[in-house]
């Protein structure tokens, strides 16, 4: 081992005086600039461990001393925002729907925030474009179960459907009748509602189901099967259909009937928030 430091003799450079086997290592400092920049992050790096939160602990983060939080800095924004929307909110929720006028600042307001809420609390059940699913209404056309008008829609939304939490809830039943008719009296019944709806039907068979839908059906759906929204009875005839419209499933509607079931919001949403989501189901295409 050879620990004398000499001039490298190729690139003129001090050795270090380490000597492998004959190798021998050039004695090349990191460059000032690299090493200062390497304290410079350090430094930052303890600085900002002790401003800002940094830490893991078992809950949470070190706080920082300087107490800053993007928690606090989104509840701020969203502060702000209400604040600067706060009297045109205001007036939506004041407002009479039926006669605000469309260019109205709280009608566009309303429009647009009516879009956040549906996405929010209404697309679970009834879609994310409102074009609902089986037992969910389609709310982009004008086939209405209880009314498209917007006193009708705010009235829906307020106090939903069959629920038990609301008194003032819309409620109908439509019965089982799989304990009242027998089997062949439903078949043809369901031939009945399949010629109703312009559908491949058995003729004869729909012609038996006539007069029992008659007794049976047309104090709820109408003697020629339009339906009534005092009651929320579907239309028979429009080939719309809440719960499909093949030969199954209407006879399995009629032998065990359904019950849909929406849940009242005006409990969980604001007033300004009911009439926006009305606003907004109003003009999706269907509203009246
Ligand atoms: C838990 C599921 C569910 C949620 C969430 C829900 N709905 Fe409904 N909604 C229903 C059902 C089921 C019906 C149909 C009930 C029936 O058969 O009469 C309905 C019916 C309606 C109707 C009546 C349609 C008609 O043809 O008359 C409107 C309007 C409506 N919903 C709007 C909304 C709005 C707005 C929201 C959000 C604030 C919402 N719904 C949230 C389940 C839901
Ligand atoms: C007391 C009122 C009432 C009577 C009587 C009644 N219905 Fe209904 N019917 C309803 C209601 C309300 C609904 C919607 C139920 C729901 O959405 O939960 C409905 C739904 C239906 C549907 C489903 C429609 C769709 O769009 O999917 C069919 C089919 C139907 N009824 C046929 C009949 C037939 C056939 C009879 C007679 C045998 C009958 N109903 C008697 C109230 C009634």
Not at 12 to 37: K, S
Not at 107 to 126: D, K, T, Y
Not at 128 to 145: E, M
Request: hydrophobic share 40%.
């Amino acid at each position: 081992m050879d620990d004398k430091q000499t001039q490298d003799p190729v690139t003129g450079v001090e050795t270090t005086g380490h000597d492998w086997d004959g190798i021998r290592e050039l004695n090349n400092p990191m460059p000032r600039w690299w090493l200062w920049t390497l304290y410079g992050t350090i430094v930052w790096g303890i600085g900002y461990a002790i401003a800002y939160p940094a830490w893991p602990l078992i809950q949470g983060a070190t706080a920082g001393v300087l107490g800053y939080s993007t928690r606090a800095e989104v509840a701020a924004e969203v502060a702000a925002v209400d604040a600067r929307n706060a009297a045109v909110s205001e007036a939506l929720a004041r407002a009479d729907l039926a006669t605000l006028p469309v260019d109205d600042p709280a009608h566009q307001f309303g429009v647009s925030g009516g879009a956040a809420v549906f996405r929010a609390n209404c697309s679970q059940c009834h879609g994310a474009g409102a074009a609902g699913g089986f037992g969910y209404p389609n709310l982009l056309d004008d086939s209405w179960l209880w009314g498209g008008t917007l006193e009708d829609i705010e009235y829906t939304v307020r106090h939903g459907i069959r629920n038990e939490t609301d008194p003032d809830a819309r409620f109908s039943q439509m019965p089982a009748f799989g304990e009242m008719l027998t089997k062949p009296e439903i078949a043809e019944i369901a031939e009945y509602v399949l010629a109703l709806s312009g559908q491949d039907h058995d003729a004869a068979a729909a012609a038996q189901g006539a007069p029992l839908f008659a007794d049976n059906c047309a104090s709820c759906h109408g003697e020629t099967g339009t339906g009534d929204r005092t009651q929320g009875a579907p239309d028979l005839t429009d080939a719309l259909w809440l719960y499909s419209g093949t030969r199954e499933a209407v006879t399995e509607t009629i032998t065990k009937a359904r019950f849909g079931v929406m849940p009242a919001w005006s409990p969980r949403l604001s007033d300004a928030e009911v009439k926006a989501v009305t606003l907004y189901v109003h003009q999706l295409g269907g509203g009246e």
